[in-house]
């Protein structure tokens, strides 16, 4: 006869296995988690410029958390379908956003900023599972609802999170909101811990089913995209953008009013693109968010005073906001059901290579040409590639 298990989460909170008690638990752990990774990011740049004169090589620290999110994303999906859980890669995830955030407040040096915010960018990979584990809690025909549910979650602490951070510099320093972002990590593990997970049956990973997938031009074609579009954002919003407003004169408080200002601009372009993609259609969106998010990045060059740089950041959050779903969308419209999770993964490593290289490679530019130069070439770039882009999916619609 088995004996029941000392810790029994069931037992401990009796509402736990309901669909509503899971739904709020995951809600919660993945506000908690964003807010982890974003509590600091507004004067990130700021922080890893007090460490080195070389902006380069605070590109490469800003670019750590694309580059690992590059890297383990797709493996992180597939190993997740392969022994069929998703809550031990969660559980994971929420601890190495608690140790690199602990690692980057603590550390007197760059060193110690770039392992730190490298372990962040394992953490982040988090989101895969996070988002297909939220999905089951919904019926098939209700995903769209269940993923714009946990995005508006998500989209709400990160608000949270930069607008708190100017407030946190003045109460207790740099290290504070670092402290913090450990603690709300730590707590977020703690509040899925007793969330039960029933098993699915193992999924033994298919190298060249894997591969068809990512080389399917309607899976990477949009994901690249929205790579580029995460290009701008991090060269910018959460790369230079703070670097050039103290320059201008911002403090701490106006840096997380600016990036506040980013995030919930991004918000009301989710919303924006859910009502419009009916009306205009999913690749004029497409093609609008990089004409404004050009346009974004160009306000950038001739500024002299700070206005420019809120008009920069709502729109710039905007179209960034209209971009993400659009092209979420578009790169799993027509892939079999059964097969979307690795699109998924797919979608999500590519575009996290934007995210890698916009702070490094913006990095060098500014290091070699200077901030505002920098965003001119980054305006043309992210036009010209953007344009490229849709037109290439309009032709493949058209043949």
Not at 17 to 38: D, E, G, H, K
Not at 56 to 63: H, S, Y
Not at 105 to 133: E, F, K, M, N, Q
Not at 285 to 291: G, T
Request: charged share 10%; net charge positive; hydrophobic share 55%.
């Amino acid at each position: 006869m088995s004996r029941k298990p000392i810790f029994a989460p069931a037992r401990l909170f009796p509402g736990v296995q309901r669909r509503r008690s899971l739904i709020a638990l995951y809600a919660a752990a993945v506000f908690l988690f964003w807010a982890a990774l974003y509590l600091y990011v507004p004067t990130l740049p700021l922080v890893a410029r007090s460490r080195t004169d070389d902006l380069a090589f605070v590109g490469v620290i800003l670019a750590q958390y694309g580059l690992w999110q590059a890297l383990v994303r797709l493996p992180v999906g597939i190993m997740s379908d392969w022994s069929g859980r998703r809550k031990p890669f969660i559980i994971v995830g929420f601890g190495l956003a608690a140790l690199g955030a602990w690692l980057m407040g603590s550390s007197a040096d760059a060193g110690g900023l770039l392992v730190g915010r490298a372990i962040t960018g394992l953490a982040a990979a988090t989101w895969v599972p996070l988002v297909v584990v939220f999905n089951r809690m919904f019926p098939p025909q209700d995903a769209v609802r269940a993923t714009a549910l946990l995005t508006f979650v998500a989209s709400a602490s990160r608000m949270v999170a930069t607008g708190a951070n100017g407030w946190l510099n003045g109460l207790g320093g740099y290290s504070l909101a670092f402290l913090l972002a450990a603690t709300a990590a730590c707590i977020a593990l703690l509040v899925v811990l007793p969330a039960h997970e029933e098993a699915l049956a193992p999924r033994r990973p298919a190298p060249r089913g894997v591969l068809a997938i990512v080389a399917r031009r309607d899976v990477w074609l949009p994901s690249a995209l929205a790579g580029v579009s995460l290009y701008a954002a991090w060269a910018t919003t959460f790369g230079f953008f703070p670097l050039l407003a103290r320059q201008l004169g911002a403090d701490d408080v106006t840096q997380s009013l600016l990036t506040s200002l980013n995030v919930a601009a991004g918000t009301i372009g989710n919303l924006l693109a859910a009502t419009a993609v009916l009306r205009i259609g999913s690749k004029r969106l497409a093609l609008l968010s990089f004409v404004l998010l050009a346009g974004s990045t160009a306000l950038a060059v001739p500024a002299t005073s700070l206005a420019p740089l809120y008009m920069a950041q709502a729109l710039g959050g905007l179209a960034s906001g209209v971009a993400a779903p659009v092209l979420m969308g578009l790169s799993i419209q027509k892939v079999a059901e059964a097969e979307r999770a690795t699109a998924m993964g797919a979608h999500q490593a590519i575009y996290a290579i934007g995210m890698f290289g916009g702070p490094w490679l913006s990095g060098i530019l500014a290091s070699a040409i200077g901030l505002q130069a920098m965003f001119a070439v980054t305006a043309a770039g992210t036009l010209m590639l953007g344009v490229l882009g849709v037109r290439l999916m309009e032709r493949r619609q058209d043949g």
